[in-house]
């Protein structure tokens, strides 16, 4: 059989997930180029000293007997002693250039613009091709952002899709069949609840909940479980030995969690940014109204799921098991600030049209009025 020919691993979103996974993936030796989305954040990269901070904040029971001293192999050398860099990325732009260590200054003119003070203090090369990507970009940028490196990626990559919410890959589908001899990409899904947060400090970040992780090669790849794509298979033993706790199940099982995690985002993240609280406060009896309103989203989307899985309902969509499921990470990610709380305070756009507003799509598909979610996206959208 060919050996697969995969290389180096790009990263498309450099927030707190993107950098988490790439922190890790060159602790466990792989080689990994950040993509950034300007020269200029490239640059301040660089000049931060190429490195990724992370925190491991997550609560570890000292009790011997603990399952959770068993998370990580990393507890012992990352805990308790502060944060951890990484070193050994490379940083990219888009358009494909990346830039080695600076060279001699030559700064003292001020007559050049940031573009020539770039060129002149660092190497810039031109980057390799795109083997495998990791995207971990915001839902609604995933689009653009693919279609920027799209001349860049080699005619079968391998596109890891890890983010919140769902309808990315139906988008990206659509774009890569419609491009004429374009790559033909073979795609993993992922979904983690894993939490992080950005630090005040460039480029540091806090691993502030110890979460799930699943991945699955995506079924429309002509998925056969007996016959994996070589590349795909690569890939996924690369992300199974994550110190995250991965587990690659088959995409059906896959599917089950995407849904499982949207509900979680459909409730935690519009209300951490209605009421501007932590995602630990999303179920305290302060917030009367969204207590009262969980139920009821809850019932909501037991509704929907019962409608996509006619007629056998697996158990994690029943209303009880949302609410539980929902109340857990909020809880094991209590001190985190949701991404769409971030969003909002960062006058930034959200990803409500992914999250509720994918259900409300879904619910339409099977004629089901979904009003509580509807109002979610309306209130939402005032907010940002
Ligand atoms: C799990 C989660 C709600 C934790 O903050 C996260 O998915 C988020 O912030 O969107």
Redesign the pocket.
Known sequence: MMQPTLKRIHVLGIGSIGSLFAFHLVRNANPVSLIFKTREKADLFIKSGSKIGILEQYKIENDKNSKETAISPYHSTLNNIGICYQSGFIAETSKGEYSTEPQEKTRESNKLNSEQIYKQTYSVKKASSINTLLVTTKTYQTLTAIKNISHRLSNDPVIIILQ?GMGVIEELLEYFLSAKNGPSPKFIIGTT?H?CMPQKKNFCFDHT?FGSLYFAEYEGNNYNKDNLNPNVKHVLEILSKLPLEPKIIEYPELYQQLLLKLA??AI??PITALNRCR?GLVFETQHEIHKNLIPLLCKEIETIYRAVFKPTMPNFALESNIYTNTFN?SKN?SN?H???LRDVENGNKTEIDYINGYLVRLATSFGIDAKYNKMLCEYIKKLS
């Open positions: 919140n609840s939490g909940g979680v985002n935690i993240n995602n990470v990610t985190n949701s991404s769409m």
